[in-house]
């Protein structure tokens, strides 16, 4: 039993954090922001490419770092600070994997960061990146097909985090190139998706509080830092509460990925919950403790609150997690008990109408 | 990164699982909180030690089996799961055993921790007192030196004091320096219950049991050699034990994971089946893996020399804060039930002492922002 990050998967992600401290602004942000400069963007992909980020899960054999789940945690949440724009967990720890499995052609150019991959359906639901990508990873029933852009016709949608270049995505099924196929191969990469989702929101949660901390230091009203109020405290407590208490569970479901342990999904389920909480409720505390400032789009703190909502409802929101995990616990969905258990159903009373006292110790 | 037991630490597992299997009382003890229920509960105490799993994280010349803080969290899983006895020994082996393990002397140490591990001596904390409880700095019981007798004269009123009127002995901070302020000049002692001049009464808790007490201190002779860490240096030795009380070895996850179990079978079970209540009860489930997650990554930390420090407050929130909500979750799926003596209604008003004792969730929280944080004290 040791769980906490390995050294080399702290100091890769570390190295590309001082990276990204150093290239990803907020300014870079804006960059990707209806009427900016994308390609700026790009340029700084590009560069994280060239350390090896899109390569993370890719085998070694296949131009890889060939590492695993547990070195995906560190890096994203690494990137979830940087609130970069970029399909991130899309390319990192969905798409490079599956396309150096399928041998695909395009693996070098993804690998390079000079094809911009995303992941979705085709269908009324927005796609994120999708109007910027190059590859679009498509499901379709229990098939992931990828399409080169000009296969697809792309309707672009406005979005609150004008970052996310959203578009409706329409492709002609069995078209692009079939990538991966079956539960096993599709629920895989799912969770690794999440898993990425997971840590990009534990980053953002970081950041949010971060500039909180920092501003209620400085801030000052009734001559004292508003900070030093217990009702800001005990709300940025409770910030760093819930971000301190997901992150074990992301790292624990990404090493259940790794290990390849039956439990996967379940734990993968219960870490997109509690990151998606935490981050929620970071951006929600983060822009009430910055007051009026923490109202505008002007200061920073909008991208990384806008980005959390985004990512705390993509790959499935809190509510479909907790569905799934009812189910994998035996809860059935509409009052309906589950049968498996009802063998031996607890005395409620006894004879006399007074409550049975059950075997408990506090 | 490796999230599984060797297999020392399995076989471990194994034997912890097997005894308790075979010795936990059935059907369950009275609530220790009683008069009855604690001498059943003591008879409980000393069959555990005799089998050596009274204080397993011990070392084995007080009785322990010298388990690792991982073996310790693995027992404590076995004896929740096992449905063990609530541990009226609790506030001497987690809170005052900590602080003599540091600071007691070779003589203290030989003197009182076999017999805390064998329940003979039980323990109880004197800390609260009517005007001190969150602001435990404010402490005004007093001891004074008495130069003929070569002991301290201890004077006040202690109160709260969980298991008061049942314990056999109390350690507790009195302050030595009537000039010194606040956190200084507080002086941290071990006396016997039974001593002359000690009044004990016994009031209920929330829960009607006689679970709490006042210690009435009047002249009360303790020999300078029941002075646990130095004169004048209570406060330092105390706040070494608050970091066990609010963390992990008093609240250990398999509690809230075997709570999580049960709720989880009251929703199997119960007629409606979980209805509208089903999503509390998966958060509830997932709060308590994540407690449990939280946990091992602490105790890697400890075990890589790591320290924790103001964590424990986290660890305090936490859980105390999950019990709450587990228990408003099963009494929903109790409905009318509810309103009838029960585990669930009787464990609902213990938990909601949970954000009180171990120092207020509001001091946590005020802890947690000022230390973590570093936000600026207001």
């Not at chain 2, 301290?152 to 709260?160: F, I, M, S, V």
């Amino acid at each position: 039993m040791r769980f906490a990050v390995t050294g080399d998967n702290a100091a890769l992600a570390a190295a590309v954090a001082g990276l990204l401290a150093k290239e990803a602004g907020p300014e870079l942000i804006r960059a990707a922001w209806p009427g900016g400069a994308p390609e700026r963007v790009d340029a700084v992909w590009r560069l994280l490419a060239g350390v090896g980020v899109p390569a993370l899960l890719v085998p070694e054999p296949a131009g890889g770092l060939g590492l695993d789940e547990n070195a995906l945690t560190p890096l994203l949440t690494a990137f979830g600070r940087s609130g970069l724009p970029a399909p991130v967990a899309e390319t990192v720890a969905v798409g490079a994997p599956l396309l150096a499995a399928a041998g695909s052609p395009w693996l070098g150019r993804l690998l390079t960061g000079e094809a911009l991959l995303t992941v979705g359906r085709s269908g009324p639901a927005p796609v994120p990146f999708a109007a910027r990508a190059d590859l679009l990873l498509l499901r379709q029933g229990g098939q992931l097909r990828l399409y080169e852009r000009g296969e697809a016709a792309l309707e672009p949608v406005p979005s609150v985090d004008g970052s996310r270049a959203l578009a409706r995505v329409t492709a002609r099924p069995g078209g692009g190139v079939l990538l991966a196929e079956g539960p096993a191969a599709l629920g895989a990469a799912r969770q690794r998706g999440v898993l990425g989702t997971c840590a990009l929101l534990l980053g953002l949660g970081e950041r949010m509080l971060e500039l909180t901390v920092h501003h209620v230091k400085e801030r000052q009203q009734f001559g004292v830092p508003v900070g030093s109020f217990q009702a800001v405290k005990h709300a940025l407590a409770d910030v760093l509460l819930a971000l301190r208490f997901a992150a074990p569970a992301v790292l624990a479901a990404g090493w259940a990925q790794a290990a390849g342990e039956p439990d996967a999904a379940l734990r993968t389920s219960m870490a997109k919950v509690l990151a998606s909480d935490a981050a929620r409720l970071a951006a929600r505390s983060a822009i009430q403790c910055h007051g009026a400032t923490g109202c505008t789009t002007e200061y920073e703190l909008h991208l990384y609150a806008k980005r959390a909502w985004a990512l705390a409802a993509d790959w499935g929101g809190p509510a479909h997690h907790r569905q799934l995990i009812a189910r994998e616990l035996g809860l059935t969905e509409a009052g309906k008990v589950c049968l498996t258990r009802r063998q031996q159903p607890t005395p409620r009373w006894s004879a006399t109408g007074r409550a049975v006292r059950w075997r408990w110790s506090p | 990164m490796d999230l599984t037991w060797s297999p020392a630490e399995q076989e471990f597992r194994r034997e912890a699982r097997s005894w308790l299997e075979a010795n936990v009382p059935s059907p369950a003890l009275p609530s220790g909180d009683t008069r009855e229920g604690f001498a059943a509960h003591l008879e409980w105490e000393r069959t555990l030690h005799r089998a050596g799993w009274s204080v397993v994280s011990w070392p084995r010349e007080f009785g322990g089996r010298d388990a690792t803080l991982w073996q310790w969290l693995i027992f404590e899983e076995e004896y929740y799961r096992a449905g063990g006895p609530q541990r009226v020994s609790q506030n001497g082996i987690f809170l005052l055993a900590p602080a003599l393990f540091r600071f007691g002397t070779p003589e203290q140490q030989a003197r009182i921790l076999p017999r805390m591990a064998a329940a003979e001596d039980t323990w109880a904390q004197g800390w609260s007192e009517p005007g001190a409880g969150s602001d435990l700095a404010s402490i005004r019981s007093s001891a004074i030196y008495d130069e003929q007798s070569h002991g301290w004269r201890l004077n006040g009123q202690k109160t709260w004091t969980t298991r008061g009127a049942f314990c056999t002995h109390l350690f507790g901070l009195f302050r030595t320096d009537p000039l010194a302020k606040r956190h200084h000049g507080l002086t941290y002692f071990l006396l016997p219950l039974d001593a002359p001049g000690v009044t004990v009464r016994g009031f209920p808790r929330l829960d009607g049991d006689e679970g709490f007490a006042d210690v009435f201190l009047d002249d009360v002779l303790v020999p300078a050699s029941d002075v646990l860490g130095g004169v004048g240096q209570g406060w330092p030795v105390a706040m070494a034990t608050t970091g066990s009380e609010r963390g992990l070895t008093l609240r250990s996850p398999g509690r809230y994971l075997h709570a999580a179990t049960r709720l989880l079978e009251l929703a199997r079970t119960a007629p409606d089946g979980p209805g509208p209540y089903r999503d509390r009860v998966v958060q509830s489930w997932i709060e308590a893996q994540a407690y449990q997650l939280f946990t091992l990554g602490q105790v890697t930390d400890i075990a890589e020399g790591r320290p924790t420090g103001a964590e424990s407050s986290l660890n305090k929130l936490f859980w105390s804060e999950l019990d709450i909500r587990l228990h408003e979750t099963a009494l929903e799926l109790l409905g009318p039930e509810a309103e009838a003596e029960g585990p669930w209604s009787k464990g609902y008003q213990f938990a909601l002492s949970g954000p009180v004792y171990a120092g207020t969730n509001e001091i946590q929280r005020n802890i947690v922002a000022e230390r973590l944080l570093g936000l600026p004290k207001g």
